[in-house]
C-alpha cells in the first residue's frame, strides 16, 4: 500500500471539500478501499477519513413519522441487530461477510463498495472497467459472473444490502441530492467504469426508508459457497403489497446477477392482481431468467437463481419454501 | 493539505481567474473559498483565517508518534498512517499473537477487540483505533493465569498448527461476551469468520462450549 496523508474533517461539509480535492479518497469503514489500495487499484494520496466526522445521526437508526432514517456510518452488525430496521434488510446484513466485517462495514461503504470481480480486483488486468479496452472474464473465468446486461463488461453488483433498499423504496440522502436506490446504481450499459452516481466530494449522509415501506412483506434469500464469508453467488429480494390474498404491487430485485440489483418488471407485473401460490411463485421465478445470458462457466447460477427466486416469493408471502412435490 | 499553498495562489490571482478554475462538481476548496469570502483584499485575509479553522487535522504521510491504549496501556509507535492496526502490534510493539493470514480480512487470524467489538486488525489503519480501547490474545491472560477460553482450547486440545488459535479465541470472547450460553449454531455463527486450516473446527466449538459455562 502506497502511503498517503490521513485526513480528519470534524464535518461533512470539510470532509467534502477534501475529498473533492485530486488524488483524495473518501473513507468510512475502509473494508473495501483497504483491499482496492493493498491491490495498488486506488493510490489516493490523501484518505479523508469520515469517521472523524462526530455527527451521531451518521451512526444512529432514527424512527421518526416519514420513515426511517439510517446514518450512512451505521454498521452492517447495527442493522443485523437491529429490532427498527424492515426485518429483510436486517437479514440480509446479518448474512453478508463475517462478523469481524460486519462490526467494522458501513451500509454507506457496502452500497458504494466495488466490484469483486478478479480482473478487475488485479492491478495486472487492464480491463474494460478500469478503463482499458478489454473484458477479460467474457472469455476468461466467468463462474461468479453476470448473467444480465453483460455483454461489455460482466461484473456483479457486490453489496448485499442494495437489493433489499431498491426493493423497500429507500432513498440515498447525500450532501447534495435524494437519490431514489433504484437510480444510484449504475449499469454497464450507461457506463462501465463506474458503479454508482455519486460525485466528486459527494457524501451519502443517510439511507431513507420511507413509512409506507412498512406495510410491505419482504424476504431476501441467497445461495453462496459458503454460509458465511463469501459475497452471495445469486441472490433474490421480494417485498410484496397485498389487497387481501391479492398481490397488490411487487417489487422483485435480483443480487449477484448484474452489475446493479436487478429489477425484474415482467415478474412484477405479472405477480399483481395474484395470490402467490408455489406454482405462480415457480412460474415468476421461472421467466425472471429467461432472458439470462450466461458465460461458458456461469450457466449454474441461471438454476440456482430460479430457486433462490421462488423461495423469497413464497417467504415474502409467508408460506413454505421448500414443497416436497418436486416444486 | 496539500493544496494549501495552491488555494492561496488562486486567491491573490484575481478573483476572475479563480472563478472559471472551479472544480468539476463546483466543490472545490477554490470554489469554497470563493463562496464565502468576497472578492476584495480584506475579504480576503478573513478568509485566510476562516480556511486556517476549517482545514482538517492531518496525520503523516510521514512517521509520527500514534499512541494507542492496548490491552489496558497507552503505547505510542513511531508510524506512517498506512500502517495496519496488525502490523502497529506485531511490527511495532512486538504483540505478536495476532498473526497475518490473508492480509484481506478474509481469515480471521488477525482478529482482536477495538472498544469490544471482534475486527480484523489487518483491514483497519492502526490511526483508526486512536481513542479506542485495543485488546489482543495477549490480554487475556492474568499473568500465568490462563482465560477460561485459552483453558478450554487447552483442555479440548483444539489445535493443531495453532496459527488460527489467538484469531479464534478472540471470537470466542466476543462471542461469549455477547452471548453466556450459546448454541451450537449460535457458536458457528460467531466464529464464522475464522479459518482453521487444519480442520479443528469440532474441537473448537466443543472448546467454546466448556468455555461458555466458565465464563
Ligand atoms: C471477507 C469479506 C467478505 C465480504 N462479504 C460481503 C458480503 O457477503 N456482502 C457484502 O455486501 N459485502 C461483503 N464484503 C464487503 C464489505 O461489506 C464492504 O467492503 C463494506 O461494506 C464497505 O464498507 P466500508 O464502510 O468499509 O467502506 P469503505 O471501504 O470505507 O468505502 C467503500 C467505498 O465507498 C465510498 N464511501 C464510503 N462511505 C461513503 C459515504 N458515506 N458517502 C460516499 N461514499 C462513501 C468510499 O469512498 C469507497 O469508495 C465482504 C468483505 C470481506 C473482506
Ligand atoms: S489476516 Fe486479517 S483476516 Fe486474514
Ligand atoms: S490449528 Fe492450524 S489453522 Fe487452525
Not at chain 1, 215 to 234: C, H, I, M, P, T
Not at chain 1, 272 to 289: D, L, S, V
Request: hydrophobic residues 45%.
Amino acid at each position: 500500500m502506497r502511503n498517503f496523508s490521513y485526513v480528519m474533517p470534524q464535518t461533512i461539509e470539510a470532509a467534502s471539500i477534501a475529498a473533492a480535492q485530486k488524488n483524495s479518497v473518501l473513507k468510512a469503514g475502509g473494508i473495501d478501499l483497504l483491499d482496492l489500495m493493498k491491490g495498488d487499484l486506488v493510490r489516493p494520496d490523501h484518505l479523508v477519513n469520515l469517521l472523524s466526522v462526530g455527527s451521531p445521526a451518521l451512526r444512529e437508526v432514527a424512527v421518526k413519522d416519514d420513515g426511517l432514517h439510517i446514518g450512512a456510518l451505521v454498521t452492517l452488525a447495527q442493522l443485523a441487530a437491529s429490532s427498527t430496521v424492515p426485518s429483510v434488510l436486517a437479514h440480509a446484513a446479518s448474512v453478508a461477510a463475517t462478523p469481524q466485517i460486519r462490526n467494522v462495514a458501513t451500509v454507506g461503504g457496502n452500497i458504494a463498495q466495488r466490484p469483486r470481480c478478479w480482473y478487475f480486483r488485479s492491478a495486472t488486468f487492464n480491463c474494460a472497467r478500469k478503463g482499458g479496452n478489454t473484458c477479460f472474464a467474457q472469455e476468461g473465468d466467468n463462474r461468479y459472473h453476470a448473467l444480465f446486461d453483460n455483454g461489455d463488461c460482466a461484473v456483479v453488483q457486490a453489496s448485499s444490502t442494495a437489493s433489499p433498499l431498491v426493493a423497500l423504496g429507500a432513498t440515498v440522502v447525500t450532501n447534495r441530492r435524494r437519490i431514489a436506490a433504484g437510480e444510484f446504481f449504475v449499469p454497464t450499459s450507461v457506463d462501465i467504469t463506474k458503479e454508482h452516481v455519486l460525485g466528486e466530494g459527494e457524501i451519502i449522509s443517510e439511507i431513507f426508508i420511507p413509512a409506507s415501506a412498512r406495510a410491505l412483506k419482504a424476504a431476501y434469500r441467497e445461495a453462496g459457497e459458503r454460509e458465511s464469508n463469501d459475497w452471495a453467488l445469486v441472490s433474490a429480494t421480494v417485498a410484496l403489497d397485498f389487497d387481501g390474498a391479492l398481490v397488490k404491487t411487487a417489487r422483485v430485485v435480483l443480487g449477484a446477477v448484474a452489475a446493479v440489483p436487478y429489477r425484474v418488471i415482467s415478474v412484477e407485473e405479472a405477480l399483481r392482481g395474484k395470490p402467490i401460490t408455489a406454482a405462480n411463485a415457480a412460474r415468476a421465478a421461472e421467466g425472471a431468467f429467461a432472458k439470462a445470458k450466461p458465460f461458458a462457466l456461469n450457466t449454474y447460477k441461471v438454476s440456482l437463481g430460479k430457486t433462490i427466486l421462488k423461495r423469497a416469493i413464497l417467504a415474502a408471502a409467508g408460506q413454505p419454501e421448500l414443497s416436497t412435490a418436486g416444486g | 493539505m496539500a493544496s494549501k499553498t495552491k488555494s492561496k495562489t488562486s486567491s491573490r490571482s484575481g478573483s476572475a481567474k479563480a472563478v472559471s478554475r472551479k472544480g468539476p462538481t463546483g466543490l472545490s476548496r477554490r470554489g469554497f473559498m470563493q463562496g464565502v469570502g468576497v472578492a476584495g483584499g480584506v475579504a480576503l485575509v478573513a478568509t485566510e483565517d476562516a480556511r486556517a479553522a476549517a482545514a482538517p487535522k492531518t496525520r503523516g504521510p510521514k512517521r509520527a508518534p500514534v499512541t494507542l491504549n492496548v490491552n489496558g496501556k497507552d503505547r505510542t509507535v513511531t508510524i506512517e498512517p498506512r500502517v495496519t492496526l496488525l502490523r502497529a502490534l506485531r511490527n511495532h510493539m512486538d504483540l505478536t499473537g495476532a498473526k497475518e493470514g490473508c492480509d484481506r480480512g478474509g481469515c480471521g487470524a488477525c482478529s482482536v477487540q477495538v472498544d469490544g467489538a471482534l475486527v480484523a486488525s489487518c483491514m483497519m489503519l492502526a490511526v483508526d483505533a486512536v481513542g479506542k480501547k485495543v485488546l489482543t490474545i495477549e490480554g487475556l491472560a492474568k499473568g500465568d493465569q490462563l482465560h477460561p477460553i485459552q483453558e478450554a482450547f487447552v483442555k479440548h486440545d483444539a489445535l493443531q498448527c495453532g496459527f488460527c488459535t489467538p484469531g479464534m479465541v478472540m471470537a470466542c470472547k466476543a462471542l461469549l461476551d455477547g452471548n453466556k450460553n450459546p448454541t451450537l449454531a449460535q457458536i458457528k455463527k460467531g466464529l464464522s469468520g475464522n479459518i482453521c486450516r487444519c480442520g479443528t473446527y469440532t474441537r473448537i466449538f466443543a472448546a467454546v462450549d466448556t468455555a461458555a459455562k466458565q465464563v
